[in-house]
């Protein structure tokens, strides 16, 4: 059983593309998208995932995680099946004093929305923010992606 701690931020300019070591399409739907289980489904680049995730704790900052690699194309047959609103984004890879930071730039329905991530050994682990980084939103069910196929940033 793997133990997913992370905090999310909004990201408050483009900053941090300059600095980016790589970067990736992702497109990913959901099988099931209540709290206690997502069933996610993803393309990211040439590369399939089925990821299943449990409720997060009391802060928002922990959840169970599983991940497994699949092939593309079965990935992009489960997509077909998925619930409405699929997430398009591209994720960026940030490497700031010792941690890395997902950045998950939205569009379509999230146009306008960019996050992001960073994930930590503990929950009270101390992490510098770069200057791009804004108000962190860890815990605020919005910023799920879960959610935002269900409510997009756009319809806010």
């Given amino acids: 059983m793997a133990q997913e701690i992370e ?3 909004l990201v408050k300019n483009e900053d941090f593309k300059a600095i980016a070591a790589r970067q990736v399409r992702i497109i990913q739907g ?3 998208s209540v709290p206690e289980r997502t069933v ?13 995730k449990g409720i997060g704790n009391e802060s ?17 047959d489960l997509l077909k ?9 591209t994720r960026y ?10 950045v998950d730039e939205f569009y379509q329905s999230n146009e306008g929305l960019v996050v992001a991530e960073v994930e930590l050994q503990s929950e009270d682990q101390q992490v510098n923010k770069p200057s791009w980084l804004g108000e962190e939103v860890t815990g605020d069910a919005r910023y ?13």
């Fill in 7 to 9: 905090r999310k931020y």
């Fill in 30 to 32: 959901y099988l099931s």
């Fill in 40 to 52: 996610r489904v993803r393309v990211k680049g040439d590369k399939g995932f089925l990821t299943i």
């Fill in 60 to 76: 928002g900052a922990s959840r169970y995680e599983w991940e497994s690699e699949i092939p593309v194309a079965e990935a992009q």
């Fill in 81 to 89: 099946i998925c619930e409405p609103g699929v997430i398009d984004k």
């Fill in 93 to 102: 890879l940030v490497e700031y004093e010792g941690h890395i930071f997902e």
């Fill in 144 to 156: 799920y992606n879960s959610m935002l196929m269900k409510q997009p940033y756009t319809s806010w």
